[in-house]
């Protein structure tokens, strides 16, 4: 329907493309005539100072901010995301981790992953819904995220870390097409932040990802193509030392 | 299917409460009927009629905890959707008065004699029929949440924002229906009622049913909202109410979910209502009085909030102490004590008066891991 309704454009192969994206609150340019490109199953990296834009652009990607101008288009541009709202993107197969993590702390590790499971979102579908078979898909997803044993504790009783995990694994269950995961590793343990790097590379071999991260030993751990934002646009992309070698770069991140 | 889900909701718990409403349906009725009034069990007519109305309130405080308790929505005006029950279930008493009234009118109630119109306001039509008025019970309380939730929910009105239009609905309803000519018997209300479905009101037998009928609606109520809550609906619900934004990215509408909910919950306070205005003879806009939904909201916290049962026990134990502390020297003083009451509760409760039942088993550990369960008892299910 969507597809059809959109006037044909020039068809992209990406997955996930953002086209002059500027978005502004009062006065303040959040972000600048971004342009990104994703391609289908690849995991990128986005850095950047304070206030750069990154947490607006994953707000744009996911419905919660509508962009003054721009393009926000999604699986070889068939989609424009700027038109619909969080839960249609997210039925789309967007799925976003949140920067400070957000689990429902009333539920089991299980009934989490539960609601995130890729079902009927619909009233109707779960009323009436009944377990079946979905047992499996949980104990596998709690075997990724390194969760099983604690499958029946509530989701409020987990450690930081855990519930970082936990928020992974519900985007897991969501099965989406593209995961946003917003600074995954904030305020973790060396140990459990590489735990952290293994896990997203480990899901990124059958996703595609876009992690945005203060951390550079973690970006480096990750090993993958990175996007330094500033200023509400892109400053730099390419490996993690081709951008670190950039001067520009050099100079927002070491002060003016 | 629905029966086999009904059955299956309630826990351990809910089925000691289920059985108690069975046997206090039961019992208190024919305690009323049948014990001589020298027995030390006979239960008197205006006990009967008392206890009725509480069972009424616990329904209505049900409605509420399914919504505050489940799915976060503070609604401050959950009085209009008990009053618009009662109002329905008023204007059928009130046709079926029909020539009996002052003005021996046929048709016309007598206030409307009183106000001297001509004829039958369109909206009174079809009440004569006890299956229309029952519908509309249900119907009424169930379209005005329908359409404000639609409203509301989809703009995003939430907390204390949504509490107060919630206030304001009551109140511009308790405006409209004290006026005269909205047809619905201005301050006086609806009352000196005769018949329902052709017996008596007054008649013993009559409120010895009323009264049981209040337990089974009870008991259906409980059951409904218990198997709402236990249902994968339930847990989305609760998601909602601790991070609902969490809720929408993970492809869910929050918006209909609360609807969904707040529009159940308002047909539910509509039943209470309807079983209320023929045990106490009369509705009138003081129902929709701010307060009242207010208090409402004192009696689910005191009971305990998200336990349904708790929200049941609280409206009893509230209105039993209201009706004690009313009557006689101590009356002036009753709001004072409420409010005592609903802070040392908070204080020293948090989780209610059900709070202070031993907490239950943590449920069957699948991996044998020796986990300890969530330190906090999960009130939801």
Same mark, same amino acid.
Request: net charge neutral; aromatic share 10%; hydrophobic share 50%.
């Given at each position: #329907? +969507?597809?059809?309704?959109? &006037?044909? =454009?020039?068809? $992209?192969?990406?997955? %996930?493309?953002?086209? @002059?994206?500027?978005?502004?609150?009062?006065?303040?340019?959040?972000?600048?005539?971004?342009?990104?490109?994703?391609?289908?199953?690849?995991?990128?990296?986005?850095?950047?100072?304070?206030?750069?834009?990154?947490?607006?652009? #994953? +707000?744009?990607?996911?419905? &919660?901010? =509508?962009?003054? $101008?721009?393009?926000? %288009?999604?699986?070889? @541009?068939?989609?424009?995301?700027?038109?619909?709202?969080?839960?249609?993107?997210?039925?789309?197969?967007?799925?976003?981790?949140?920067?400070?993590?957000?689990?429902?702390?009333?539920?089991?590790?299980?009934?989490?992953?539960?609601?995130?499971?890729?079902?009927?979102?619909?009233?109707?579908? $779960?009323?009436?819904?009944?377990?079946?078979?979905?047992?499996?898909?949980?104990?596998?997803?709690?075997?990724?995220?390194?969760?099983?044993?604690?499958?029946?504790?509530?989701?409020?009783?987990?450690?930081?870390?855990?519930?970082?995990?936990?928020?992974?694994?519900?985007?897991?269950?969501?099965?989406?097409?593209?995961?946003?995961?917003?600074?995954?590793?904030?305020?973790?343990?060396?140990?459990?932040?590489?735990?952290?790097?293994?896990?997203?590379?480990?899901?990124?071999?059958?996703?595609?990802?876009?992690?945005?991260?203060?951390?550079?030993?973690?970006?480096?751990?990750?090993?993958?193509?990175?996007?330094?934002?500033?200023?509400?646009?892109?400053?730099?992309?390419?490996?993690?030392?081709?951008?670190?070698?950039?001067?520009?770069?050099?100079?927002?991140?070491?002060?003016? | 299917?629905?029966?086999?889900?009904?059955?299956?909701?309630?826990?351990?718990?809910?089925?000691?409460?289920?059985?108690?409403?069975?046997?206090?349906?039961?019992?208190?009725?024919?305690?009323?009927?049948?014990?001589?009034?020298?027995?030390?069990?006979?239960?008197?007519?205006?006990?009967?009629?008392?206890?009725?109305?509480?069972?009424?309130?616990?329904?209505?405080?049900?409605?509420?905890?399914?919504?505050?308790?489940?799915?976060?929505?503070?609604?401050?005006?959950?009085?209009?959707?008990?009053?618009?029950?009662?109002?329905?279930?008023?204007?059928?008493?009130?046709?079926?008065?029909?020539?009996?009234?002052?003005?021996?009118?046929?048709?016309?109630?007598?206030?409307?004699?009183?106000?001297?119109?001509?004829?039958?306001?369109?909206?009174?039509?079809?009440?004569?029929?006890?299956?229309?008025?029952?519908?509309?019970?249900?119907?009424?309380?169930?379209?005005?949440?329908?359409?404000?939730?639609?409203?509301?929910?989809?703009?995003?009105?939430?907390?204390?924002?949504?509490?107060?239009?919630?206030?304001?609905?009551?109140?511009?309803?308790?405006?409209?229906?004290?006026?005269?000519?909205?047809?619905?018997?201005?301050?006086?209300?609806?009352?000196?009622?005769?018949?329902?479905?052709?017996?008596?009101?007054?008649?013993?037998?009559?409120?010895?049913?009323?009264?049981?009928?209040?337990?089974?609606?009870?008991?259906?109520?409980?059951?409904?909202?218990?198997?709402?809550?236990?249902?994968?609906?339930?847990?989305?619900?609760?998601?909602?109410?601790?991070?609902?934004?969490?809720?929408?990215?993970?492809?869910?509408?929050?918006?209909?979910?609360?609807?969904?909910?707040?529009?159940?919950?308002?047909?539910?306070?509509?039943?209470?209502?309807?079983?209320?205005?023929?045990?106490?003879?009369?509705?009138?806009?003081?129902?929709?009085?701010?307060?009242?939904?207010?208090?409402?909201?004192?009696?689910?916290?005191?009971?305990?909030?998200?336990?349904?049962?708790?929200?049941?026990?609280?409206?009893?134990?509230?209105?039993?102490?209201?009706?004690?502390?009313?009557?006689?020297?101590?009356?002036?003083?009753?709001?004072?004590?409420?409010?005592?009451?609903?802070?040392?509760?908070?204080?020293?409760?948090?989780?209610?008066?059900?709070?202070?039942?031993?907490?239950?088993?943590?449920?069957?550990?699948?991996?044998?891991?020796?986990?300890?369960?969530?330190?906090?008892?999960?009130?939801?299910?």
């Amino acid at each position: #329907m +969507d597809a059809a309704m959109d &006037k044909p =454009r020039q068809i $992209t192969q990406s997955l %996930l493309y953002l086209d @002059g994206v500027s978005v502004s609150f009062d006065g303040f340019k959040a972000l600048n005539n971004l342009t990104l490109d994703l391609a289908h199953g690849e995991m990128r990296a986005i850095i950047g100072p304070n206030g750069a834009g990154k947490t607006t652009m #994953m +707000d744009v990607i996911t419905g &919660k901010t =509508r962009p003054d $101008t721009g393009e926000v %288009l999604f699986n070889n @541009g068939e989609i424009d995301l700027t038109r619909k709202d969080e839960a249609a993107i997210a039925q789309l197969g967007i799925g976003r981790k949140f920067q400070k993590p957000t689990v429902f702390e009333e539920h089991t590790v299980e009934d989490n992953i539960l609601l995130a499971l890729d079902s009927d979102r619909r009233v109707r579908g $779960t009323l009436f819904w009944r377990l079946n078979g979905d047992g499996d898909r949980i104990t596998q997803i709690l075997k990724t995220i390194g969760l099983t044993a604690h499958r029946d504790r509530q989701a409020g009783s987990l450690s930081h870390g855990q519930k970082q995990w936990l928020e992974i694994g519900m985007l897991l269950a969501q099965d989406p097409k593209l995961l946003l995961v917003d600074e995954p590793v904030a305020g973790m343990t060396d140990a459990e932040s590489m735990t952290t790097a293994d896990l997203l590379r480990d899901i990124a071999k059958d996703h595609t990802v876009i992690v945005v991260e203060h951390d550079m030993e973690f970006v480096r751990r990750l090993g993958v193509k990175v996007t330094v934002l500033h200023e509400g646009s892109v400053l730099a992309e390419g490996t993690l030392d081709e951008v670190s070698a950039n001067e520009r770069v050099v100079e927002v991140y070491l002060g003016r | 299917m629905i029966t086999r889900r009904l059955l299956e909701a309630p826990d351990g718990r809910g089925w000691i409460f289920l059985g108690i409403l069975a046997a206090i349906a039961i019992i208190v009725p024919c305690l009323n009927l049948f014990a001589p009034p020298d027995s030390p069990f006979h239960v008197t007519s205006s006990t009967l009629a008392l206890w009725g109305k509480y069972l009424c309130f616990a329904l209505l405080a049900l409605s509420l905890d399914l919504v505050w308790g489940y799915c976060g929505i503070l609604s401050l005006g959950h009085g209009a959707f008990f009053a618009l029950g009662g109002y329905a279930m008023g204007m059928y008493l009130m046709r079926q008065i029909a020539g009996r009234g002052s003005y021996a009118h046929p048709i016309l109630p007598d206030f409307m004699m009183f106000l001297n119109w001509k004829e039958l306001p369109v909206y009174w039509y079809g009440f004569q029929y006890f299956p229309y008025a029952a519908l509309m019970i249900v119907l009424v309380p169930g379209a005005l949440a329908f359409v404000f939730g639609w409203f509301a929910f989809r703009s995003r009105v939430t907390g204390v924002y949504l509490s107060i239009i919630t206030q304001a609905l009551t109140f511009a309803l308790m405006l409209g229906f004290f006026r005269n000519d909205f047809g619905f018997g201005g301050n006086n209300g609806l009352t000196d009622f005769y018949d329902i479905l052709g017996f008596s009101v007054q008649a013993p037998g009559t409120r010895a049913v009323l009264f049981a009928l209040s337990a089974v609606a009870l008991a259906l109520g409980y059951l409904l909202a218990q198997m709402i809550v236990r249902s994968k609906a339930g847990k989305v619900l609760i998601a909602v109410r601790d991070a609902e934004s969490r809720t929408r990215f993970l492809g869910y509408k929050v918006e209909n979910y609360k609807t969904f909910v707040f529009t159940v919950s308002a047909c539910m306070a509509g039943v209470a209502g309807a079983l209320y205005v023929p045990q106490v003879g009369i509705i009138n806009p003081s129902e929709f009085a701010p307060a009242n939904s207010i208090e409402m909201v004192i009696w689910v916290a005191m009971g305990g909030r998200g336990t349904l049962i708790g929200a049941a026990l609280g409206a009893v134990i509230v209105n039993y102490l209201k009706s004690i502390f009313t009557i006689g020297a101590l009356a002036p003083y009753w709001l004072f004590l409420l409010g005592t009451i609903f802070v040392l509760v908070t204080i020293f409760l948090p989780k209610g008066v059900l709070g202070l039942l031993p907490k239950r088993e943590p449920r069957s550990k699948r991996n044998g891991a020796g986990v300890a369960s969530g330190a906090a008892a999960q009130p939801a299910e």
